[in-house]
Each structure stands twice: as structure tokens, then as C-alpha cells.
């Protein structure tokens, strides 16, 4: 029996750990070029919104790993936003793991941030690997088998477009950004949509287009293809070294 000041303390631990990986997350968004308002969108919103969850579903040492993939849910379900009703089944969107995606790429394609050409070839690539790996599974809905794959994948596709193609001022991070994230939303949810709609769940059910298990996976593509490349540019332009002299110019003197 673990007593309850044990407890508060791996929580208390855990919380601190997750909070220093945002802001190093952060950093490194902003370094890479991300505006203030999409570094918020991407780490303090989700952060805030999975934390916010965490009552609701309740951690213990017993059931961690339950515990913290229900809160991932708990909070899928709080944010989906129904739409449209077909019987028993009600098609809608999650305000996280659609909305922001969506927006933030569009923003970026808007603003010419990143070549349309590049993003839509890089998303269909990434949509057409997602699909091969997912399945639906009653409860969960669909599940994306090896999720690290697909963003891995979009990193290393989009190094390969900025050297064949010859663009210097391509940039990477944003377009390994939108292609994993719009890539597995669209792999995993919109193409398997009319599985979902015709399964038979057994009792009326909200199908959320980037909610379910596949919030966690849109959010943690995004991360993967961010991280796969932090690891491609730092061997080329020293991101970390860029990094540590952001954090020095910000540090009080």
C-alpha cells in the first residue's frame, strides 16, 4: 500500500517532468519558427486541457498507465463537438485535435510559411501510410498501430524535398508540422469515416474527427515529426546551440 504523501510526490514529480519537456518544446518551436500564438496552441492549451482532466479521471500508482490514457480520452470527450446525426451514430470534431492542427496549417499556407505543392504531397504520403496502419476497436474507435512511423516519415520526406528540389529557405519543422498532423487526421479519421458511421457500436455514439485515441495520436505525431526534425537540422544548423543562446539572451542579468 503506497502511502498518500508518496503518491503527491511521483504526481507532483511527473507534472514537473512533463512541464520542463514543454518548455523545451517551446523553445524549440519558437526557434524553429513558430509563431507565439500557434507555440501556445500546440503546448499550453493541450497541456492545460489535459490537466484539467486529471480530477475527472484520477491517477494511482496502481493504474497509472489506465489513468493517464483515460485522461488523454476524458479530455478527447470533453472538447468534441457534435455535428451531424446519421441514426444512432453523431458525426462531429474535437476542438483539439481537429481545430488546432487544421487552423495552424492553414495559417501557415495562408501566409505562403510553407509551399502548398510540398504540403499537399507530404499529406497524401503520410494519409496513405496512416491508413495502412489503423484499425477500429470497439470502445476506443480507431487506433493507430506504430503512430511514430508516419511522422518520422514526414520529417525525413520533407528534408529530401528541400535538397532535391533546391529549397534553401524551405522550412522543415513546419512542413513536417502540417503534413504528419493533417496526414494522420486524415489516415486515420476522414478515410475510415464510413467505417466508423456503418460499425455497429451497440448504443448511440459520438464519432469525433480527431477525438478518441486519435487526439493522442495527432498530438503526438505532431511532437514525433518535430523531434525526428530537431535531429535532422541540429547535424546541419545547430538548433541546440541556437537554443542555448536564446535561453542566455532571456535569462535576468
Known amino acids: ?5 508518496g503518491i503527491s510526490l511521483l504526481i507532483f514529480i511527473l507534472i514537473f517532468f512533463i512541464l520542463i519537456l514543454a518548455g523545451l518544446l517551446g523553445l524549440y518551436l519558437h526557434v524553429a519558427g513558430f509563431t507565439l500564438v500557434e507555440v501556445l496552441l500546440l503546448v499550453a492549451f493541450p497541456l492545460l486541457a489535459y490537466f484539467a482532466a486529471l480530477p475527472v479521471v484520477g491517477i494511482t500508482i496502481n493504474g497509472l498507465t489506465r489513468g493517464i490514457f483515460g485522461t488523454v480520452l476524458a479530455t478527447a470527450k470533453v472538447f468534441d463537438l457534435p455535428i451531424v446525426h446519421f441514426g444512432r451514430i453523431v458525426i462531429g470534431v474535437n476542438a483539439v485535435g481537429f481545430f488546432i492542427p487544421t487552423m495552424i496549417t492553414l495559417n501557415m499556407l495562408l501566409h505562403k510559411r510553407i509551399p502548398w505543392k510540398q504540403f499537399c504531397l507530404l499529406a497524401v504520403i503520410i494519409a496513405a501510410v496512416t491508413y495502412l496502419y489503423t484499425f477500429i476497436q470497439p470502445g476506443l ?17 520533407a528534408f529530401m524535398l528541400r535538397r532535391m528540389k533546391g529549397l534553401s529557405n524551405l522550412n522543415t519543422a513546419l512542413l513536417a508540422y502540417a503534413g504528419a498532423t493533417i496526414g494522420v487526421l486524415v489516415g486515420a479519421d476522414l478515410l475510415n469515416l464510413h467505417k466508423l458511421a456503418n460499425h455497429d457500436w ?10 478518441g485515441s486519435i487526439l493522442d495520436a495527432v498530438f503526438l505525431a505532431g511532437i514525433v515529426a518535430l523531434f525526428a526534425d530537431f535531429v535532422f537540422r541540429n547535424r546541419e544548423e545547430n538548433i541546440l546551440g541556437r537554443m542555448v543562446r536564446v535561453l542566455r539572451e532571456a535569462w535576468p542579468r
Open 1 to 5: 500500500m503506497v502511502e498518500p504523501f
Open 141 to 157: 474507435g480507431v487506433v493507430v498501430f506504430l503512430f511514430t512511423i508516419p511522422p518520422i516519415l514526414a520529417s525525413g520526406i
Open 202 to 211: 451497440g448504443k448511440p455514439t459520438l464519432v469525433s474527427i480527431g477525438g
